[in-house]
């Protein structure tokens, strides 16, 4: 990020008490218009806890939170306007349709239901369908599809693939690439898969024991081994075959490719990597594990 960079998100000396224990502690940082950034944190770090701060959802005692250029507390409203979220266990009306769904939540929020959103995130045959007959995949898609009609400028995701096969959760990751890519959409998601953040992040903020405690840059980053493991031997040889140029290599189920953080992205862009397991040697998993792990 550089100083010229506008500011879509600035957090600065931000503690946050609750039940008498203070779970934020100073926490500072900044995202440029446009980011993908990554919170990741063990348990009790911390990180939920600021995105309710961040979203409104919680008031905090002392710092500032500012979502382009307006302050939370002092114009509340109008950062309601820039931002949608994601947090912690999103759901929609369960007996009702999609469709009705989405259109109470537009003439609610005064967005627009766009055709063009619906294709890109895969739901043209689930607007028909009620909410709660759809798979896990479907219902946090729908949700996402409720929070993007406002055509929000920040979206902030908890955990957002957590109750997702792996189906399921590449498709969410690159429909929130495309967005970024599409709209500019600045993006704050926090997980406890570290290959996701790698795969999709700009940077990632570590975060442990209430403050931001370290950074980790995902572009410009040097190659490393990226071990996808696929549902057949077929499907894998299939990628071997594309990405022969990749000097991609396969064992079985497995397919193993060297690339930069930047190079992952593109193939995820592109085609369709849907493993069911990705395995990194990766600066993200050293530095929050630690060198002696």
């Not at 993908?36 to 990180?47: D, E, F, H, S």
């Not at 349709?97 to 609610?108: C, I, K, P, V, Y």
Request: charged share 30%; glycine share 10%; net charge neutral.
């Amino acid at each position: 990020m550089t100083a010229a960079a506008n500011i879509a998100l600035a957090v600065s000396a931000l503690k946050k008490k609750k039940g008498g224990k203070e779970i934020l502690r100073g926490v500072d940082f900044e995202i440029a218009e446009g980011e993908i950034v990554g919170l990741a944190g063990r348990n009790g770090a911390g990180k939920s806890s600021l995105m309710k701060c961040v979203t409104g959802l919680w008031d905090y005692r002392e710092g500032e939170i500012v979502l382009f250029g307006k302050d939370r507390r002092r114009e509340r409203a109008a950062c309601m306007k820039e931002l949608g979220a994601l947090v912690e266990y999103p759901a929609l009306f369960p007996d009702e349709t999609l469709l009705s769904n989405l259109q109470t939540f537009a003439s609610l929020s005064g967005g627009k239901l766009s055709r063009e959103l619906i294709s890109l995130l895969g739901m043209e045959e689930a607007l028909t369908r009620k909410y709660s007959a759809l798979s896990s995949g479907m219902k946090q898609k729908g949700c996402l599809l409720a929070v993007l009609l406002r055509a929000p400028r920040l979206l902030v995701l908890d955990e957002p693939t957590s109750m997702l096969d792996p189906e399921s959760a590449a498709s969410l990751r690159t429909a929130v690439r495309e967005l970024r890519e599409r709209t500019g959409l600045t993006v704050l998601i926090s997980s406890h898969n570290l290959a996701e953040l790698e795969m999709l992040c700009d940077r990632t903020l570590l975060l442990d024991g209430g403050k931001i405690v370290g950074e980790v840059a995902l572009t410009g980053s040097p190659a490393r081994l990226y071990r996808m493991r696929f549902a057949t031997a077929a499907r894998a040889e299939e990628l071997e075959g594309l990405l022969a140029e990749k000097g991609a290599t396969r064992s079985g189920t497995e397919l193993t490719v060297f690339w930069t953080a930047e190079e992952f992205r593109a193939a995820c862009m592109r085609l369709p990597l849907d493993f069911i397991d990705l395995r990194v040697g990766g600066e993200l998993e050293y530095r929050f594990l630690g060198e002696d792990r």
